[in-house]
C-alpha cells in the first residue's frame, strides 16, 4: 500500500519560502508521478505542481510558475516543493498525491493515492 507523508508547511510572511516534503513507501516508485494540490477554505482542489518520479518531467499551475519548483530524490524517497515568494493567496492545506504512469494529469480524481495534508499560511 502506498503511502505518502507531507511535512514542512507553517506560518511565513508574504516574499517569504517554505520547502515541503512528502514522503513516499510501500513501494518502489519508479514510474510514478507525484503531484501536489492545495484546497483553501471553502474551496475546490487546486493543482499546484507534478513531477514525474526519477525523471525531469515537470508540470506547473499558471499561479506558482517562476516561483515554486518540484524535484524528486530517489534515494530518499521524498518529493520537494520549493515555494518561493510566497503570496497571501497561496494559504492553504498542501496535499501530495501519487499515481503510476507518466502522465501528469491536472486532475485530483487521477491520483489513487494521498497525504494528510501540511498547513501553509502566507500573512501580508
Known amino acids: 500500500q502506498v503511502q505518502l507523508v507531507e511535512s514542512g508547511g507553517g506560518l511565513v510572511q508574504a516574499g517569504g519560502s517554505l520547502r515541503l516534503s512528502c514522503v513516499a513507501s510501500?513501494?518502489?516508485?519508479?514510474?510514478?508521478?507525484v503531484a501536489w494540490f492545495r484546497q483553501a477554505p471553502a474551496k475546490e482542489p487546486e493543482f499546484v505542481a507534478a513531477?514525474?518520479?526519477?525523471?525531469?518531467?515537470?508540470a506547473y499551475a499558471d499561479s506558482v510558475k517562476g516561483r515554486f519548483t518540484i524535484s524528486s530524490d530517489n534515494a530518499r524517497n521524498t518529493v520537494w516543493l520549493q515555494m518561493n515568494n510566497l503570496k497571501p493567496e497561496d494559504t492553504a492545506v498542501y496535499y501530495c498525491?501519487?499515481?503510476?504512469?507518466?502522465?501528469?494529469?491536472?486532475?485530483?480524481?487521477?491520483?489513487?493515492?494521498w497525504g494528510q495534508g501540511t498547513q501553509v499560511t502566507v500573512s501580508s
Open positions: 510501500g513501494r518502489t516508485f519508479e514510474n510514478y508521478v
Open positions: 513531477v514525474h518520479w526519477g525523471g525531469t518531467t515537470t
Open positions: 498525491a501519487a499515481r503510476g504512469g507518466t502522465v501528469l494529469p491536472s486532475v485530483p480524481t487521477s491520483y489513487p493515492y
